[in-house]
């Protein structure tokens, strides 16, 4: 508004009113504010809906999808298509919105416009024809070939109803050769055949790779894979114990006793039952009967020093320099290629992207630490990635709050979990975002964070069943379940 009215008899100002203005811009900001708002309370809010209900409110729900001016609304709108109940007539409109939203400006949006193909397209594949169910997979193939790691992934792993095309396991076997470690994981997960891949797979730099390959071994016949037997041993002093784990089960199934001495150096590592069990399943006798047959001896120390793809100071340090990249795609790849490089100048490096402008920089770095921790736990943070974890519980931008929130839901369970002090400050912070947050997803991991957490305030979880998000209320149910008990 550029008229400001005069007094009067006075002369009329001709100036601009920036303080009118800028009152009014407050103005039209908090009724967008509100309009987003009621979107997602109403999108939320579907979840409580019968299934013809649901189905009523479809029409809507397309419209919120195809508005890319309100992301956030759009993604959960694009959230609820794969979750929803949606009748076979209105199959093709969904897949329609879908597909539009694998191109759209925000990158999660994008993301989840693929889980969620992926999800409808796995409960109605037999009212999907071939050709559609074609479309759909060039669109993922496509996805999968992003130059955005992240999207990389969610687009290899909206292609598991295709599993067993050809197409998919070309885009599954170019996959297993990115030099990001969430990538090849998705690829292995989702539907790679491992029988041409054993080693790389069992070596792999991924923990979590070298456990999908150890447990994908059983479905291969020895007879055929020779090697397959002393894979599986070498796993047995794997760094990861999931590993171990997995790598022993096997071995006690194989009706090989001359195995029986490569598992009985578990007992130095402490695994007596397990080892007794194995040696009963293989030999039928105890351990004591083997020991005394092979005349075996402990030793000083059991290593956990099987071969594992190390990255080298020269990778390392181009990763690092990668990072202050402003290719923002080389960022990316760089952040998360650091998962598995437990050095504190990769700690730093992570430190300072967690302070990035750009919110998806921030959810990246996030995400490479949840990876990280899911299985490492806390003993992989330093306290310099501890003291910049916390503020991002309250970061302006939903996603990366969310992220935040499952980063600390693994680092409060985890063997080593943080100090009595940070945890107090966490499960504060997460108790705020449980209550008060506009996003019921952001409410929903908060809750859940503080489920893992053994957070037991019988008066905070009754207030919860009252959360408009009937997930947040499932939460609050479980965690009151959990004070009875």
């Known amino acids: 508004m550029y008229l400001a009215m005069p007094a009067s008899g006075a002369a009329m100002d001709l100036r601009p009113s920036f303080a009118m203005a800028e009152s009014d811009n407050s103005l039209l900001e908090t009724q967008s504010g509100l309009v987003e708002q009621k979107r997602i309370d109403r999108i939320l ?3 409580d809906l019968d299934e013809d209900h649901q189905a009523s409110q ?9 508005d890319r001016g309100d992301p956030e609304s759009q993604h959960l709108a694009v959230w609820a298509l794969g979750q929803l109940h949606v009748e076979s007539g209105d199959i093709p409109a969904v897949l329609q919105a879908l597909l539009a939203n694998l191109s759209a400006t925000d990158v999660w949006v994008r993301g989840e416009s693929a889980t969620s193909l992926s999800d409808m397209c796995e409960r109605h594949l037999s009212h999907i024809s071939e050709t559609d169910q074609q479309v759909v997979v060039n669109a993922l193939l496509a996805l999968s070939r992003d130059p955005n790691p992240w999207l990389r992934q969610r687009g290899l792993r909206a292609l598991l109803p295709w599993r067993h095309q050809a197409m998919a ?9 990115d030099t990001v470690p969430m990538v090849r994981e998705a690829s292995m997960r989702t539907g790679l055949d491992i029988a041409h891949h054993l080693e790389q797979g069992l070596t ?54 001359e195995f029986a001495p490569a598992i009985l150096e578990l007992l130095d590592f402490g695994w007596t039952d397990p080892v007794r069990n194995a040696i009963h399943e293989l030999t039928g006798k105890s351990v004591e009967e083997v020991i005394a047959e092979t005349k075996w001896q402990p030793s000083k120390e059991f290593r956990t020093n099987a071969r594992v793809r190390q990255r080298t100071q020269q990778e390392v340090s181009q990763l690092l320099e990668k990072v202050s990249s402003p290719q923002v795609h080389d960022k990316e790849s760089a952040i998360a290629e650091l998962t598995w490089v437990l050095t504190d100048e990769a700690s730093h490096a992570w430190a300072q992207t967690l302070g990035d402008t750009d919110p998806f920089i921030r959810f990246m770095t996030l995400d490479a630490i949840y990876r990280r921790v899911n299985i490492l736990f806390s003993s992989s943070i330093t306290s310099e990635l501890y003291a910049t974890l916390l503020p991002l519980l309250h970061d302006s931008h939903v996603h990366v709050a969310i992220r935040a929130a499952n980063v600390w839901e693994m680092l409060l369970i985890g063997n080593q979990s943080p100090n009595k002090e940070v945890r107090e400050n966490v499960l504060r912070a997460l108790r705020d975002l449980a209550t008060h947050h506009r996003s019921g997803l952001v409410r929903l991991a908060a809750s859940k964070a503080l489920l893992k957490g053994g957070f037991r305030d019988r008066e905070f979880w009754t207030a919860r069943l009252g959360d408009r998000f009937v997930r947040v209320r499932e939460a609050a149910a479980f965690g009151i379940k959990g004070i009875r008990q």
Request: a negative charge; charged letters at 20%; glycine letters at 2%.
């Open 204 to 257: 792999d730099e991924d923990p979590d790779i070298r456990l999908t390959a150890t447990g994908r071994i059983r479905n291969l016949n020895p007879t055929v894979h020779p090697h397959l037997y002393s894979l599986l041993l070498e796993r047995l002093h794997d760094p990861y114990a999931m590993v171990i784990s997995d790598a022993l089960m096997q071995l006690e199934h194989s009706h090989r006793p």
């Open 169 to 177: 396991q070309r885009a599954f076997e170019q996959a297993f050769l």
């Open 58 to 66: 479809l029409t809507w729900l397309l419209q919120v999808a195809a």
């Open 45 to 47: 809010e579907m979840f």
